[in-house]
């Protein structure tokens, strides 16, 4: 559901959904329990999904093996930050040629929230980050 529902129409309880059916990580799959506090990390997880066959970036799950792991609460969100104008200032400023995922900061449930990135495979690719002339490209 969360590969094909509208953007703006996912919710928490969605992103909970999902989860509990145990889809594994793989190429277009990948679990974070934060957000990283460093800002070309994010951009290289952005950058591998456009370079390789695109896929969801859900922020808020812990995965083990693979797996994400109860319990489905998310981060602790901070409504003083706009989460989806950070994550776009972080693609502008690290990855050339920039992408432009579809992204969904769902609505806090206890002070807790999801962020879901949907990257579309690029056909721009590669997509290097800053200067360097590494690509990166998700491996599974």
Same mark, same amino acid.
């Given at each position: 559901?969360?590969?094909?529902?509208?953007?703006?129409?996912?919710?928490?309880?969605?992103?909970?959904?999902?989860?509990?059916?145990?889809t594994r990580e793989g190429f277009n799959l990948d679990y974070k329990r934060?957000?990283?506090?460093?800002?070309?990390?994010?951009?290289?997880?952005?950058?591998?999904?456009?370079?390789?066959?695109?896929?969801?970036?859900?922020?808020?799950?812990?995965?083990?093996?693979?797996?994400?792991?109860?319990? *489905?609460?998310?981060?602790?969100?901070? $409504?003083?930050?706009?989460?989806?104008?950070? !994550?776009?200032?972080?693609?502008?400023? +690290? @990855?050339?040629?920039?992408?432009?995922?579809?992204?969904?900061?769902?609505?806090?449930?206890?002070?807790?929230? *999801?962020?879901?990135?949907?990257?579309? $495979?690029?056909?721009?690719?590669?997509?290097? !980050?800053?200067?360097?002339?590494?690509? +990166? @490209?998700?491996?599974?």
């Amino acid at each position: 559901m969360l590969y094909t529902k509208q953007i703006d129409q996912i919710t928490y309880e969605d992103v909970v959904t999902f989860c509990g059916e145990g889809t594994r990580e793989g190429f277009n799959l990948d679990y974070k329990r934060e957000l990283p506090t460093n800002n070309e990390t994010l951009a290289k997880w952005i950058a591998a999904f456009a370079n390789t066959y695109g896929g969801l970036l859900i922020i808020g799950i812990n995965a083990n093996d693979g797996l994400p792991e109860e319990p *489905f609460q998310g981060f602790d969100f901070d $409504e003083n930050i706009s989460y989806d104008e950070k !994550i776009l200032s972080v693609i502008c400023s +690290y @990855i050339h040629q920039p992408v432009f995922p579809e992204v969904k900061v769902c609505d806090p449930v206890d002070g807790k929230s *999801f962020i879901v990135i949907r990257i579309a $495979e690029s056909e721009l690719t590669p997509h290097r !980050i800053g200067d360097r002339v590494r690509i +990166y @490209i998700r491996t599974g």
